[in-house]
C-alpha cells in the first residue's frame, strides 16, 4: 500500500494506445473515489485530452527505462501496461515489468490477445512471449486478451465508406467473429485496477457479441441512412490497404492472421463464451448498432 490513503493504480503507456484513455477515463469516472489514478505517458504536456480528466495526475515515464522508471513506479500498487504496438513490444512489455516488480509493484495487469496460444500467427508469437515473461516474474498479475478491435472497420474504410458507400475487407461477409470496442476494454481494465484482489494470476478474454462483416456494412448503412455495399477483396488487396491504415507491414501481416483465422471458423476468433465482460462490470458489451450511432458523426 502506498503512502496515500487510497491505493496507487497507474496506467503506463497511457496516451499512446486504443486503450489507455478509456481507461482513465473510466477509472475517473467511476473509481476515483477508491484509487489514486496517475497516468504514465513519455510526454505528459502532449497529453490534452488526458489533461481535462478530473483525478488522474498526469506522470512523465518511458517503457523499459531502467534509469528513471523504477522511482516513478515507487508506491505503486496495481500497474496497467498498456502494450504498445511496436515490433519490439514483447521485450519492451517484460524488461517494464521486470522493473516494476523490483520497484515494489503488488500487482500487475497486460494487454494480450485471444491469438497469444497460436505461436504460428505474428501477434500470437509475441504475446506469447510476453504472457510467459510476466507469469514467470513472481508478481500478481492479470491479462486482458483482446480481439479484433471494432473501431479498426474506421481505420481502414472510412475513406471508402464516405466517396464510395463501400466496406472493403477480404473476409466472407458471412463468417461470424468476435470483436469489441476499446470503451469496453477501457471498462473492464478500470473495474480490475479498482479491486485487483478478485483479479489475481486471472486470464481475461474481453469480447462482444458475435457479428460478420456484412453486418458491420450494414449497421453503418443504418446509422447513416444509406447503404454501404460491402466488397470483397482479395487478401493482397486487403494487405496492400492494411499497410496504408497501420504503416508498417508486419502489423498488417497480424491482422491478417486474423481475417484467415475468420475465414476459416476458428473458434479463437468467434468465442463460445462471451461472460468475462459481463462478470467484471456488471454491464452488458457495446452492441454493433450501439457503436455505429455513435461513431456516425464522424462520417460524412
Known sequence: MSDSKKPVVFVL???GGNIGPPTLAALSSKYAD???IRAGTRNPASAEKLKRLPNVTLVAATMADRE???SVLSGVDALFIVTPCICNRAEVVVTTAEIARDAGVKFIMIISVLTADLVDTVFGAQFKHI???ISQLGVPYCFLRLPYFVENHLILNKENIESESTFLCPVDPEKPFTPVTTSD????AAAILANPSKHVNNTYKIVSHRSTFGEVAAAISEALDREI???RVTYEAGKAMLIVGYKEEWKADGITDLYRLIDDGSPVTNETDISDYFRITNEQPTDLRTWAAKVVGSLK
Request: charged share 25%.
Open 229 to 231: 455495399r460491402y466488397v
Open 131 to 133: 504472457e510467459e515473461g
Open 34 to 36: 477508491r484509487v489514486e
Open 68 to 70: 528513471n522508471l523504477p
Open 13 to 15: 503507456g497511457a496516451n
Open 185 to 188: 476494454c477501457g471498462n473492464a
